[in-house]
Structures are given as structure tokens and as C-alpha cells.
């Protein structure tokens, strides 16, 4: 029976490459001199810091564009507020979303189950879905209706087996 994986992953090796990508940029340009910025990476979250909320903003938008030149999705973030610091700093921590959680498993679960397609059958495995039908062309009709819906959460597809 051939069945396929929906997993939500995030590449760590790119992120880290962007962010890195973003501190020089963030060092070396005109209208950040003096303002403080910074944004680093500590396990699964970036923190961005600058003198000014405006300023924060470009550095938001200074990090996004390295992320999406390296492919990594802008789902995958899930922003904090900004905070207070001291001397009129502020900063934000932006998490990095991984793996598929209960609720949006659920959503995507009933999703697939409202395609209408009856030897399409998902359960959910941790972190990830398992998704299994009788036909190949059935699993690549729910990929595309996949991709097709936005759940807020960068999807993969991955393990699929004849």
C-alpha cells in the first residue's frame, strides 16, 4: 500500500547561514552604525535586538531576506512581542516552528478527509502524518490539494513509498 510522510522541518544548518548573513550585513551597513542591531541564534530561537522599533523592523526585514533567499520558509517563524531593555533598547525573539503539533495535525487530518477520496486513510505519528492509499495517483491528488491550502506551517513530503 503506498503511503508518504507530511513532516514540517526546518533546515538549522541554513538558518544559521542566514543569520550569519544578516549580522555582516547588519555590521557593515551605514544605516545601522551606532544603532546597536544584532540578531543571534541559540538553538531554536533568534533574538533581534535594536535601539529603536523602527530599527527592529529593518533588522526583522534584513533577516527575512536572508532566510528566504535560502530557501528556508517564513512560516516556519512565530514572532514574540517586543520587550523593553534598557537605555530605550528593545528586542524580539522569534521561535522557530518545527514538527506538526496536535492541533494543525487535526486540521490537516480532517482536510484529507474531506477531499473525498475513500481509500485515502491518516493518522497521525508524533511529529509528523502518515498519509496512505490504495493508488499512487490518490497520494499525489492529496499532495497537490496539500500544497495547495495554507495551514501556516511549511509542509514536506517525505517517505514516499510504492
Not at 555582516?24 to 530561537?45: H, I, P
Not at 475513500?118 to 493518522?123: D, I, P, V
Not at 495554507?150 to 514516499?160: I, S, V
Request: aromatic fraction near 4%; charge should be positive; proline fraction near 1%.
Amino acid at each position: 500500500m503506498p503511503t508518504f510522510d507530511i513532516v514540517s522541518e526546518v533546515d538549522l544548518q541554513e538558518v544559521r547561514n542566514a543569520v550569519d548573513q544578516a549580522a555582516r550585513e547588519l555590521a557593515n551597513r551605514f544605516d545601522f552604525k551606532g544603532t546597536g542591531s544584532t540578531v543571534e541564534l541559540s538553538g531554536s530561537e533568534l533574538r533581534l535586538t535594536s535601539n529603536a522599533e523602527e530599527r527592529l523592523k529593518a533588522v526583522i526585514q534584513v533577516v527575512e531576506e536572508k532566510l528566504v533567499k535560502r530557501k528556508v520558509s517564513l512560516k516556519a517563524l512565530d514572532y514574540g512581542k517586543v520587550e523593553e531593555g534598557s537605555k530605550g533598547a528593545v528586542r524580539q525573539t522569534v521561535t522557530l516552528k518545527a514538527g506538526v503539533d496536535a492541533e494543525r495535525a487535526k486540521k490537516i487530518n480532517t482536510f484529507l478527509k474531506g477531499l473525498g477520496r475513500k481509500a485515502l486513510s491518516s493518522q497521525t505519528q508524533g511529529d509528523q502524518i502518515r498519509v496512505s492509499a490504495k493508488k499512487r495517483d490518490d497520494l499525489q491528488a492529496a499532495i497537490a490539494a496539500l500544497k495547495a491550502e495554507d495551514f501556516d506551517l511549511p509542509l514536506q513530503f517525505t517517505n514516499f513509498r510504492d
